[in-house]
């Protein structure tokens, strides 16, 4: 009983913790690779193979694409100001009603205005590859999932669609079952029938280009040893039509690696081969090559610099991991447009997080043993009965005999006594009763503790990256914004290091109030950083009209808050929904007595009529405009005379414009943490003071905009919980 009442009172503490720990650290999309919508319980799961998803680039060449967000493209439609990388996501397919865990291989496939994206998407209730179909018609900006276009009992991807004599064809992937087919549209896109089998060997990453009168086939063989794939040779096959029969190549393979990476492309009178350098690991980047011989004698190529914009957000970004996949093809405007699949996360990470988890969870349950055994609850490490020549039956003189003299036996006999023994001799080394050994066990109950929350972290808690929340299968960008000075560069320095890593930041701009700027070169980001050095020292600095700013939002969001990037993102994407309000994290109400109070009032009257713009997202047309018109001008000079309240004039200026509309949003911060205590250069650093100025405040932009008070919105209102 006592053992028992051990063991449970442990392992009742090893849950508990580790329990809390998950509540409290793990967001609830965890155990998924996107944000899906509630009603969808299939799809965007943890896969070993990674969290692919397709992002789309502009240039002028196949050699200058930028990623979409570079270009400044909007769509109301989906509230996107700009549109955002990736463009299709595993998201995109199970919401529209195809599960899926994630979607690569891009292939494209242009009809006049309209664009058909094919795609390998992993089926998540089969577990291999279905081939995807999209189509859009704004040039890549939007897609709209059309279904399944093919399905076959075994794995597909690499989806190389072409047209030949009028015909729609598709040659899929399909190395399983060794042979490689050849697929014609009966419907296109969305029906499929089998034309031929045109190899019976198992290529991988095979397409096919036109040059000089013959068809090309670049594919790779991989060669395996015990089943385990080695070696890729690339190989290539030519014939007068797709159709075939099939030649080799007279020196095939041509070459050991660099796989098909997407479809060759000639360029400026030049045939260029995309492929992947296997020296750099599996999928790592993206290479191109330009061919400078192909005959059916002989092959030759060469690597051209090519280097695709990549974020620098690690697995916050997604393509932080790898790329491997290109689709370039040219428009009839002459523009150039690019498919690229990305992933946060490399091949098998979900495998080696669990062995991790499992691993640590291991270590704690082997830390409870041995905790029991320095209390003196379990006495004995091995039986006695396991060191001896025992078994079952009636002993002869001569067994007992052998049993006694064998070597063997009696050196088990002796391991297991001095076994046996060490549990005595290590509570002889701790002892309970003492300071040190009270210390000693606390430790190690502490360290169980730790380790079981580690292998919870391992197991449930996901790859441990931050993703954008998509509004109608879209993400977006926004503008961070913060208005500081010299005596706070610490505070800055931490601020930009941590929010540059956000997804949807993409730009931060630094209002510089007061003292000598930094120079860009101090700040670690991984997102452009502008400093825009104003000439007066006024907080009306912070809603100056700035051009230079390219997205529709802005975060204000001052350089002494610290909050999480999925607190962000939430807050980001409740403004997408509603972009004519003040969407912020810290909600206050003014009542008839026009005395600023802190959120507890709030709290207890149950709502909210303001949001703090030091964390806001905002219009920054409509926000600043608003803020720098001359209806605003008498709040700004009040502003400058009290040296505060430009977030309660902004505030004061949407409830006047917007009637009996609601013209602000909270959204509930996980945690915020302020680091002007730890650096203390807080700007208010009298509480009472700071309140009866704003109470100032209050009165006055009520005589110049009208009251607030017959304002309250509750919280609570959202159905996801974010505003509790």
């Known amino acids: 009983m006592r053992r028992f009442l051990f063991f449970v009172s442990c392992f009742g503490l090893y849950a508990l913790v580790a329990a809390t720990y998950a509540w409290l650290a793990f967001p609830p999309h965890i155990g998924r690779t996107d944000h899906v919508s509630s009603s969808s319980s299939l799809g965007c799961r943890e896969d070993n193979e990674g969290s692919w998803s397709i992002g789309l680039f502009y240039g002028d060449s196949p050699f200058t694409l930028k990623p979409i967000e570079t270009m400044n493209v909007w769509r109301n439609e989906s509230a996107a100001w700009p549109v955002a990388n990736p463009v299709l996501t595993c998201a995109s397919l199970t919401n529209s009603g195809f599960p899926s865990n994630f979607v690569a291989d891009p292939f494209l496939y242009v009809q006049g205005d309209t664009l058909y994206l094919f795609f390998e998407n992993k089926n998540p209730i ?62 296109f896109p969305l029906t499929w029938k089998v034309e031929k089998v ?23 063989h991989h060669s395996s040893i015990f089943g385990i794939k080695k070696n890729e040779h690339f190989e290539i096959w030519y014939s007068t039509t797709p159709l075939g029969p099939w030649k080799p ?33 599996y999928e790592k980047k993206i290479h191109i090559f330009k061919i400078e011989v192909l005959t059916k004698e002989e092959y030759r190529e060469v690597q051209v610099p090519f280097d695709l914009e990549t974020s620098h957000k690690g697995q916050n970004s997604w393509n932080g991991a790898r790329q491997h996949r290109l689709d370039v093809v040219q428009l009839s405007s002459g523009e150039y447009i690019g498919l690229v699949d990305g992933d946060r996360v490399t091949s098998g990470d979900l495998f080696l997080r669990v062995s991790l988890g499992y691993a640590s969870l291991a270590a704690a349950i082997t830390l409870v043993v041995f ?93 441990g990256a931050v993703m954008a929340y998509p509004l109608k299968g879209h993400v977006s960008k926004f503008t961070l914004a913060t208005m500081t000075y010299d005596a706070r560069l610490w505070n800055l320095k931490m601020y930009v290091k941590h929010y540059s890593q956000c997804p949807s930041v993409k730009e931060i701009v630094v209002i510089w109030n007061k003292g000598p ?15 825009r050095v104003e000439k007066l020292n006024t907080l009306n600095n912070r809603f100056n009209i700035d051009p230079l700013i390219k997205t529709r939002a802005v975060l204000e969001l001052d350089d002494d808050i610290m909050m999480s990037c999925d607190t962000i993102e939430k807050g980001f994407r409740v403004w997408r929904e509603h972009p004519e309000r003040l969407v912020g994290y810290y909600p206050r109400f003014a009542d008839e007595t026009m005395t600023y109070s802190a959120e507890k009032f709030a709290r207890s009257h149950k709502g909210y009529n303001m949001i703090l713009t030091g964390a806001a997202f905002m219009d920054v047309g409509f926000a600043f405009g608003l803020y720098q018109s001359e209806k605003a001008r008498l709040g700004r000079e009040f502003v400058d005379e009290q040296f505060n309240c430009e977030d309660v004039l902004l505030n004061f200026l949407y409830a006047n414009v917007s009637g009996k509309v609601k013209a602000v949003e ?31 405040c209050l009165r006055k932009f009520s005589e110049l905009y009208g009251s607030l008070y017959d304002r309250r919105w509750e919280f609570g209102g959202r159905k996801d919980g974010w505003d509790l």
């Open 517 to 531: 700027p930094p120079k860009l070169t101090e700040l670690d980001s991984a997102v452009p950083v502008r400093i």
């Open 666 to 696: 909270y959204v509930r911060p996980f945690l915020a943490i302020d680091t002007s205590k730890f650096s203390g250069v807080a700007i208010s650093g009298n509480t009472n003071q700071h309140y009866m100025k704003r109470s100032k």
């Open 126 to 187: 089969t577990m291999h590859g279905d081939i995807g179909v999209a189509e859009s018609t704004d040039k890549g900006a939007t897609w709209k999932p059309l279904g399944i276009a093919l399905n076959e009992p075994w794995h597909l991807s690499f989806p190389f669609v072409f047209n030949y004599n009028g015909e729609i064809y598709m040659m899929p992937e399909s190395n399983q079952i060794g042979e490689l087919r050849l697929y014609r549209a009966v419907n």
């Open 371 to 463: 905790l029991g055994f320095l209390l003196g609850i379990l006495n004995c490490i091995v039986p006695t009965t396991w060191c001896v020549n025992y078994y079952a039956g009636k002993r002869t003189d001569v067994d007992l005999n052998l049993e006694t003299t064998s070597f063997v036996s009696e050196q088990l006999r002796r391991s297991c006594s001095r076994l046996n023994r060490v549990p005595l001799f290590l509570r002889g080394l701790v002892k309970s009763h003492s300071t040190l050994g009270r210390i000693a066990l606390g430790s190690i109950l502490a360290l169980g503790v730790l380790l079981a929350c580690v292998g919870v972290r391992y197991i449930y808690g996901g790859s």
């Open 249 to 281: 190549h007279k020196k095939n393979p041509v070459h050991n690696g660099a796989s098909n990476g997407g479809r060759a492309f000639s360029h400026n009178g030049n045939l260029y081969r995309v492929g992947q350098a296997s020296g750099e690991g």
């Open 198 to 220: 045109i190899l019976q060997k198992p290529l991988v990453d095979p397409t096919i280009i036109h040059h000089q009168g013959n068809y090309w086939l670049f594919g790779t």
